[in-house]
T-cell receptor, first 111, second 114 residues
Framework: KNEVEQSPQNLTAQEGEFITINCSYS?????LHWLQQHPGGGIVSLFM???GKKKHGRLIATINIQEKHSSLHITASHPRDSAVYIC?????????????FGKGTHLIIQP | NAGVMQNPRHLVRRRGQEARLRCSPM?????VYWYRQLPEEGLKFMVY????????ESGMPKERFSAEFPKEGPSILRIQQVVRGDSAAYFC????????????FGPGTRLTVT
């Protein structure tokens, strides 16, 4: 079964700062997911990636399959980016699988 | 194209009652996953279903919990004889394909057991 570790658990930064959240997993996977959850809110899928790098607006996700490591970056951070960011990997590595989640990174961006 | 629908969004049950949570996947999706988020904890996998089949229920508590995804209609997560510890947010997700399929999450059902 996959184990997913995220760091940091909590992150407070000033508006405009460059943010990096890290994720590592134990079992080789077909794809890794990055999710966003606002307090009391639903879950939004930000990225699903299996190699290299993906970019959407100010968000960038990278993955290194050999090292079993992924990062989520936020450029020019803004208070509305404040949320919990969660990485998730397939339970047993395959794609047709439920997900194992990291504990999440609580991000607060102060104006 | 509607997203994943869950209802009810909020459910209050007294201890010992039954809770039924429904999940309608995105149109055309035949893979459904249920996850639970206990207060102040992370998300945990419960069960993975395809139409009429349970594929993986390794995350389901052994007693009182069951899930189904019939040929017609939504997927149902059923909790019998609820206890206070069942209070949580229950999310379902659906995907179109097996393999590296992206999962789309519903808004969740917040269950409160009084």
């Amino acid at each position: 079964k996959n184990e997913v570790e995220q760091s940091p658990q909590n992150l407070t930064a000033q508006e405009g700062e460059f943010i990096t959240i890290n994720c590592s997993y134990s079992v080789g996977i077909s794809a890794l997911h990055w999710l966003q959850q606002h307090p009391g809110g639903g879950i939004v899928s930000l990225f699903m990636l299996s190699s290299g790098k993906k970019k959407h607006g100010r968000l960038i996700a990278t993955i290194n399959i050999q090292e079993k490591h992924s990062s989520l970056h936020i450029t020019a951070s803004h208070p509305r980016d404040s949320a919990v960011y969660i990485c998730a990997a397939p339970n047993s590595g395959g794609g047709a699988d439920g997900l194992t989640f990291g504990k999440g990174t609580h991000l607060i961006i102060q104006p | 194209n509607a997203g994943v629908m869950q209802n009810p969004r909020h459910l209050v049950r007294r201890r010992g009652q039954e809770a039924r949570l429904r999940c309608s996947p995105m149109k055309g999706h035949s893979h459904v996953y249920w996850y639970r988020q206990l207060p102040e904890e992370g998300l945990k996998f419960m069960v993975y279903l395809q139409k009429e089949n349970i594929i993986d229920e390794s995350g389901m508590p052994k007693e009182r919990f069951s899930a189904e995804f019939p040929k017609e209609g939504p997927s149902i997560l059923r909790i019998q004889q609820v206890v206070r510890g069942d209070s949580a947010a229950y999310f379902c997700a659906s995907s179109l394909v097996a393999g590296a399929g992206e999962q789309y999450f519903g808004p969740g059902t917040r269950l409160t057991v009084t």
